[in-house]
Structures are given as C-alpha cells and as structure tokens.
C-alpha cells in the first residue's frame, strides 16, 4: 500500500529562487546494521541528512518548525519499528 501526502512548498520572496517539487520516496528496507554500532550511527545520520535537506530545501519556515516540534515530541532511539506518537 502507498502512503502518499502532498504538502505546500515554500513561497519564493524578495525574487529568490523557487523551491524545487520534490519526492521522497520511503522504500528502502534497513541493512543489517545491529553487529556495527558505528555503521549504524553512519547509515542513520546519511538518512537523517538527506531528509533534512530535502526538507529544509522546500518546506516553508513555519511548516518546517511545526515538524521539528513534533518529532521532538515523539521519543525515538535505534529502534527499528514504527515510531509512535
């Protein structure tokens, strides 16, 4: 099943550049990671990163605070299930 939503992208002031329509696609299964710590640390914060960026790239300022307010809400660790809230 495809869990698809469509969010407003930021709105270009002052003549700046438009942000880019973009997908983020969540299809990937998670490497076997539990044996390395240190990979696992690696291959979290590539993700995380990519997310962010993608993220901080096209969501409006006020979208983009109200997300970090949430996820900060929300406990999560190297736990490799669903997050809840």
Not at 15 to 42: F, G, Q, V, Y
Not at 60 to 74: A, D, E, R, W, Y
């Amino acid at each position: 099943m495809i869990h698809k939503i469509k969010v407003a992208k930021y709105d270009p002031l002052n003549n700046a550049e438009e942000a880019r329509d973009t997908i983020i696609e969540i299809t990937e299964k998670i490497p076997p990671l539990w044996s390395d710590l240190e990979r696992a640390k690696e291959f979290y914060e590539s993700e995380a990163s990519k997310l962010a960026e993608a993220l901080c790239n096209g969501l409006p300022q006020g979208t983009l605070h109200q997300l970090v307010i949430k996820l900060l809400q929300s406990y999560t660790t190297l736990y490799r299930g669903k997050v809840g809230t």
